[in-house]
């Protein structure tokens, strides 16, 4: 039996020397008066596993594990007006930067990886998500005449099943505009639904030497140049491979290269798709099964939002917001670590759920992710012989 908490082993696996570095890179210590960036983290990520409402129960929370405290490397709980003050002045681009530095570790487990793809390419999965707000308290988010929201712009690396880059934007940003932005990587493949069909957009990424998959819009205007041989007895599903030439004034202006168009059946939705890519010489049915495996970017999506405390936020302003989203993110993270390795099989909502009815428990972490329902050996009887007279 450990005399740590299960949430205290948890907060210990964050590198916490990167994270001093980039505090004082960006001096968000400065007259923080007792309430440090490190307490902010750990309070934010508190909110994020015990699923707080307000900053009440963070506030609470914390304060009930009296005696716990240090080993989380805080001090004393902090009060809720404490944690809204700084929610919505420290700098919430400490929180994106320590995510990706603690990408480079939690994002590079193997048992994450899924050789699937007979490619050298690394893929990545392009694709937004919108989170709704009351447009009455978050006046700053923009998305409709009575309604706010903010849009996460993702690009989800396929082979860690994380975001390898997201943008977050308010909500009247549209998905094509929000991807110009995104870090490219040569003889990388970015694969996106029909809403990234940008021909401009496009054309920076072949320029860039990125492969493309995308759903091509049904209103593209082009012309057949040569169409390939179709595999025989195998991949049915594949109805058309072709070598298309854009024949629109304007769309031809913009990407003026020559695409490859594949047409496949799909038997799930009974509908066909059809496909655009500039990558020449895989075979027709990879660049389908690529476009598959963007299915994983909308569970991904669906994780954060049933899993996570990002559907409803503790504070009103844009700085409260984004340090919500990224301290969820950090936690998405800390959670696929912690799936990664176990000798059991757990489901990220069964391992969310189970972390958080245990958050204090002094329990090894280790032992209990390996195996939560090892049953304990019941107590030793002591049986005393009594004095008769």
């Known amino acids: 039996m450990t005399n740590i908490t299960l949430f205290s082993q948890i907060i210990s696996k964050l590198d916490r020397s990167s994270f001093s570095k980039l505090v004082k890179a960006k001096g968000t210590d400065k007259h923080q008066k007792g309430f440090n960036s490190w307490t902010h983290l750990v309070s934010m990520l508190f909110c994020q596993f015990a699923k707080s409402q307000s900053v009440r129960d963070i506030s609470n929370g914390l304060r009930s594990a009296t005696g716990n405290l240090n080993h989380l490397g805080i001090q004393k709980a902090p009060s809720k007006s404490t944690i809204s003050y700084q929610n919505k ?91 110009y932005d995104i870090p490219l990587i ?42 390939k041989e179709l595999p025989e007895n195998r991949h049915h599903h594949v109805l058309k491979d072709e070598i298309i030439e854009l024949t629109g004034a304007k769309s031809k202006t913009k990407y003026p290269k020559k695409l490859r168009r594949i047409a496949v059946w799909d038997d799930k ?52 917001v984004m340090i919500q989203i990224w301290t969820a993110l ?36 280790q032992k209990w992710i390996d195996s939560p329902f090892n049953e304990q050996p019941p107590p030793k009887q002591n049986y005393t012989q009594g004095v008769l007279f």
């Open 330 to 365: 950090i936690t998405i993270l800390i959670l696929k670590a912690l799936k990664a390795n176990p000798k059991y099989n757990w489901y990220l909502s069964n391992l969310v759920a189970f972390i958080r009815l245990n958050l204090f428990v002094k329990v090894d972490l």
């Open 89 to 179: 002045h420290r700098d919430w681009t400490l929180y994106r930067d320590y995510y990706y530095v603690l990408l480079k570790s939690f994002g590079q487990h193997p048992h994450l990886k899924r050789v699937k793809f007979k490619i050298k390419s690394k893929i990545f999965l392009l694709d937004s998500t919108t989170i709704s707000l009351c447009l009455s308290l978050f006046d700053w988010a923009k998305y409709k005449t009575h309604k706010g929201a903010v849009k996460m712009h993702t690009l989800l690396d396929y082979d860690g099943n994380l975001p390898h880059y997201v943008n977050i934007s308010d909500g009247k940003t549209a998905d094509n505009k929000g991807a």
């Open 186 to 227: 040569s003889r990388s493949v970015i694969v996106a639904d029909r809403f990234y069909n940008d021909f401009s957009l496009l054309n920076v990424w072949d320029s860039n030497q990125v492969f493309f998959v995308i759903r091509h819009k049904e209103n593209i205007q082009f012309k057949s140049i040569k169409e």
């Open 269 to 320: 939705n009974n509908q066909e798709i059809e496909l655009i890519t500039n990558q020449m010489s895989w075979t027709a049915n990879t660049i389908s099964q690529l476009y598959k495996a963007r299915w994983d970017i909308e569970i991904f999506f669906r994780d954060i939002k049933q899993q996570l405390h990002i559907k409803s936020f503790i504070g009103t302003s844009e700085n409260a």
